[in-house]
């Protein structure tokens, strides 16, 4: 159970860290796009979180 979870979580990180990536690419070329873009991804890690 707890290796299960381990995973899971790793996965998230890399999830997260890959869209942060993306966030990062998207703020050089529309920083409006990228604000409403965080917003969303806070928003979905916040009820990823409470969902935990």
């Known amino acids: 159970m707890a290796a299960g ?6 996965n998230q990180i890399e999830t997260t ?3 942060f ?4 690419v998207i703020q050089r070329q529309n920083p409006m796009v990228m604000r409403l873009f965080f917003c969303v991804m ?4 916040m009820r ?4 935990l």
């Open 5 to 10: 979870e381990a995973v899971k979580s790793r």
């Open 17 to 19: 860290r890959f869209a």
């Open 21 to 24: 990536g993306q966030t990062e």
């Open 42 to 45: 806070e928003h979905a890690y």
């Open 48 to 51: 990823m979180l409470i969902n």
